[in-house]
């Protein structure tokens, strides 16, 4: 069997735990990979060097969901509606996000899910709709765990035409994709998938492909087995630097 690569994933951070939806770790150890936690420290200092010692120990990260970013950090004043993540988290992840960018770390694949892609999109310079209800007449149908169809906006290997319906649960979407590429709309126009097309690996979703009805759908387990291939691919490219987990 082929060794599995190690698959760093954000997790939720509250006053006395890290957790993270164990369905994140299913969708990767069925796609073929080691899933670990990525839990930051309380110390806001600590974070850029904690980040980077995570991206040499892994060989791709998925920035999972959560609660709503603090945007003044990104030009914006945070809305009243939104429900904010845990400062540690956002310092930490803001800050993997930023030495993942070092050319020297743009091979290792990067998938983005919900949250994970928002804060992709503000790291490069996109801007957030922080609250769907205001203008948005369908923004019920991004709650829930609603399933709505999703359609490529362009050519793109990963995101499918005809896919099975994909699952939501958001209430802030981006109104651009800054430096990145939106890839895929929603039928009511919200964006839903994002990328970068000058990385081997690095897409944003804003759907929850980890808990589709549909796991082998190309739009579910299909991104998560799209993620393992590239990461194969960037550990054998570091063999030798460090071990890889074997499965039993």
């Known amino acids: 069997m082929q060794p599995r690569p190690i698959v760093g994933v954000t997790c939720d951070v509250d006053d006395r735990s890290f957790t993270s939806r164990r369905a994140y770790a299913e969708a990767i150890l069925r796609a073929g990979g080691a899933p670990i936690l990525l839990c930051p420290p309380d110390d806001p200092e600590l974070a850029d060097a904690l980040a980077r010692r995570h991206a040499d120990a892994v060989d791709a990260v998925v920035f999972t969901g959560g609660a709503d970013p603090r945007t003044e950090p990104f030009g914006q004043p ?3 509606a939104a429900k904010t993540m845990h400062p540690a988290r956002q310092a930490y992840e803001t800050a993997l996000l930023r030495v ?5 770390r743009q091979a290792t694949p990067v998938l983005g899910v919900c949250l994970g892609m928002q804060l992709m999109g503000l790291h490069h310079g996109a801007r957030l709709d922080q609250h769907l209800p ?3 007449a369908s923004a019920r149908d ?4 609603h399933l709505h169809a999703v359609t490529p906006t362009i050519d793109h290997p990963l995101i499918v035409r005809g896919g099975a319906p994909v699952p939501s649960w958001h209430h802030q979407a981006l109104r651009d994709p800054g430096r990145l590429r939106a890839v895929a709309r929603s039928d009511d126009g919200v964006i839903e998938a994002i990328d970068d097309p000058s990385r081997p690996f690095y897409l944003g979703v804003q759907w929850h492909p980890e808990r589709a009805p549909h796991a082998e759908d190309p739009l579910a387990d299909g991104l998560f087995r799209a993620l393992i291939d590239r990461a194969r691919e ?3 490219s570091r063999s030798g630097t460090r071990p890889t987990i074997v499965p039993a």
């Open 234 to 236: 960037a550990a054998a």
């Open 142 to 145: 991004h709650a829930g765990d």
């Open 78 to 80: 945070t809305h009243p």
């Open 134 to 136: 205001d203008h948005l």
């Open 100 to 104: 993942l960018d070092e050319p020297a």
